[in-house]
């Protein structure tokens, strides 16, 4: 109970920050609006949305990052997290409390990019709905990343890391605007060890109806997402109790 009421208070200052919350869920709207124009007018297919939409999906969800980050950053430069550090609630009891309402943006958001995608030609179909759940443990990966820079890193900082270097290294090494193999050997080498890539190949499977492709990609994307929560909870755990001798 104290970790669903702690959400509902996190939901509530989300749903408060209208700027960030219009931006995060338009800006990769306008992108794919952008991209689908510029399609349109060449004559090869550089933008197909069934390959677009999934990599715009998974880019969308890095702007997550940012407000988890942010969050959770400016809680600890307020005297609200001292208080709440004297309750009984554990460190695993603060993130899922900061998590638990930002899986519903990123579902939104998803929703939203592929609801557009429909609108510009994209068949609908229930593959649709497949890609969606597919695409969750990226949003648990970017929920992570953002509550352990803001566990580390104050809210300035977090504005750097997760809105410029994060958005920016998701969307050049996940194969959205090319395919990675153009770039050379070594590029996609570094690319494939990081998950980003591979949430937009999962995506792309489970939007094609081919979920036996998708399963290796999310083994990749959900060692990332466990392995940085537990990161998050082990270094929030830290935190609350240098804070509190």
Not at 33 to 57: E, H, K, S, W, Y
Not at 160 to 188: H, P, Q, R
Not at 194 to 203: D, Q, R
Not at 236 to 241: A, E, S
Request: charged share 10%; with cysteine.
């Amino acid at each position: 109970m104290r970790t669903l009421a702690f959400a509902d208070r996190n939901s509530k200052e989300i749903l408060r920050d209208v700027l960030n919350l219009a931006f995060g869920l338009g800006f990769p709207v306008v992108l794919l609006l952008l991209l689908t124009a510029i399609q349109a007018n060449v004559p090869v297919d550089l933008f197909r949305l069934d390959q677009l939409t999934p990599g715009m999906a998974m880019f969308g969800l890095s702007f997550i990052s940012l407000f988890s980050g942010t969050l959770i950053a400016k809680d600890r430069s307020s005297s609200l997290m001292m208080r709440l550090f004297t309750s009984p609630m554990k460190a695993r009891d603060f993130i899922l409390g900061y998590t638990l309402p930002l899986l519903p943006m990123a579902i939104a958001q998803v929703g939203v990019c592929f609801g557009v995608a429909c609108l510009l030609g994209l068949t609908p179909s229930w593959s649709i709905l497949t890609t969606l759940l597919v695409l969750i443990p990226a949003a648990l990966l970017f929920i992570a990343i953002g509550l352990l820079c803001g566990t580390i890193f104050n809210d300035k900082q977090v504005g750097s890391i997760c809105g410029a270097l994060l958005t920016n290294l998701s969307a050049w090494l996940s194969g959205t605007w090319f395919d990675l193999n153009l770039v050379g050997d070594t590029f996609k080498k570094v690319a494939n060890l990081l998950p980003f890539s591979h949430a937009v190949n999962a995506g792309r499977a489970a939007l094609a109806g081919n979920l036996p492709a998708a399963y290796p990609e999310l083994v990749w994307v959900s060692a990332y997402a466990i392995a940085l929560l537990a990161i998050a909870i082990l270094v929030f755990t830290h935190k609350m109790d240098s804070d509190r001798v």
